[in-house]
């Protein structure tokens, strides 16, 4: 549905709000804009020939986009399910929640702009991101998608194997403490399982071998520094390998391509997200989007202090692992 959506209303890229405003004005749809912290994004009401839809207005502007999408599918649903219903079609809540996610993602991020950004940019999400005026966590996932689909640079139909890792500082929570909040994972893509035999509960265990300090640094410590440093580094042809605390052994995943980018908000000391994408090391995919946006390559992962905290988050967490 998405698709022929994005054809019968012409939709332009990047997309506006004003798009959408305008396509729920012609369809006699009112938008209205919740004050203040309201819980709910949005949610919509229809009562006679009126139908509404409710955003909340302290949302980002790709968040209102994206709300706007939610509940328009809800709407155009409803009206198809009292169709439907003639048929025998039962209401599912949680269902419809999932198409309306899946078409306000597909929408916002199309498929075709996807392929376009690719052949002509690479796998720069952050670009992509900016392209299509949408989250970072809904740019990851809709490219990795399309990863899947199709092996877009080799015009072979086969997927192209990438990991992409999303952390995020929920600025928006207050610790008891009162300082900003530490990151989170919020957004795991694997766009080839054959290739990373790994999913979301797996991330604490990567770790990357550091041959000048012959340590290994796992991911989540990595991303830590980064958050800190707020730098964008791209590492060539390191050993990825994942720990297996029920055997005490290391499992080598392969040689690998990583790229590590992160979002500086000036109201904030700290970096607010931090992307990691990894590749095979023989594709040149992620070196190509490196080199085109300058982003500094380096050989090391840690210096001489941070190996030392390495070593001792690492005994840390062995001790706590083995009791």
Known sequence: MADEFVNFF??????TFKQLFDICRRSNIYVNFIPGKHKARGY??????????????????????YTLLHEL???????????GSTYGRKFDKNILEQRA?????????????????????????FGLEKYCN????????????????????????????????LYERPYWKKTPSGRLPKMRLTCFTNSDKDVFDLG??????????????????????????????????????KVMFMRQPQDKKLKIIGRMDMLVRVVEWNKYHYPMKVLVQIMPSHKPYLARVA????????????????????????????IRKTG
């Not at 599918?73 to 169709?83: A, H, M, N, S």
């Open 73 to 83: 599918y809800e709407i155009i649903d409803e009206r198809l399910f009292v169709i």
């Open 291 to 318: 080199d085109s946006l300058k982003i500094e390559s380096s050989d090391k992962i840690l210096d001489e202090k941070e190996k030392m905290d390495a070593c001792r988050a690492l005994r840390k967490s062995i």
């Open 44 to 65: 919509n009401f229809s009562y006679g020939r009126t139908t509404s839809i409710h955003i909340r207005n302290s949302d980002s502007p790709s968040g209102k986009i």
């Open 10 to 15: 012409e939709l332009k890229y990047p997309l």
């Open 101 to 125: 996610n899946r078409f306000a993602a597909c929408v916002h991020v199309p498929g075709r702009e996807i392929r376009r950004w690719i052949h002509e940019k690479g796998l720069d999400i």
């Open 200 to 237: 979301k509960d797996d991330i604490g265990k990567i770790s990357f071998y550091e041959k000048r300090t012959k340590t290994g640094v796992e991911l989540p410590y990595m991303v830590r520094l980064f958050s800190q440093k707020g730098i964008d580094t791209f590492f060539h042809d």
């Open 134 to 165: 949408s989250s970072y966590a809904t740019a990851l996932v809709r490219l990795n998608e399309e990863l899947q689909r199709f092996a877009i640079l080799n015009n072979r139909v086969e997927p192209l194997p990438m990991i992409g890792i």
